[in-house]
């Protein structure tokens, strides 16, 4: 019984960590920054168009970069959890 109840616990904290993970790179892709959660793969050198990989969820990232910007901007992104798109952000 004890067995059961610590797998429990380890797996409601591994799905907090998810969605804290999740919750706070959407939140900044929605305000038009890259990822802070999550570590870029397979980027273009246009200021970081990609894909983004964090802890449990993954993100495709298009930027596009701007001269009257001081650093590029995140123009739409698709969000995935555990593989399965969740959420498309088009700024």
Do not use: Q
């Not at 019984?1 to 797996?11: D, E, F, G, L, W």
């Not at 983004?52 to 590029?72: E, W």
């Not at 995140?74 to 798109?85: Q, T």
């Amino acid at each position: 019984m004890k067995k059961v109840r610590v797998i429990i616990i380890a797996a409601a904290i591994a799905a907090a960590l998810l969605l804290l993970s999740f919750g706070v790179n959407v939140a900044y892709l929605s305000n038009g920054m890259k990822p802070a959660m999550a570590i870029p793969w397979n980027t273009a050198d246009d200021g970081g168009s990609g894909m983004y990989y964090g802890f449990g969820c993954a993100f495709r990232v298009k930027v596009r970069l701007s001269p009257d910007l001081p650093r590029s901007a995140v123009v739409a992104y698709n969000a995935y959890i555990l593989g399965i798109p969740v959420y498309i952000g088009i700024e």
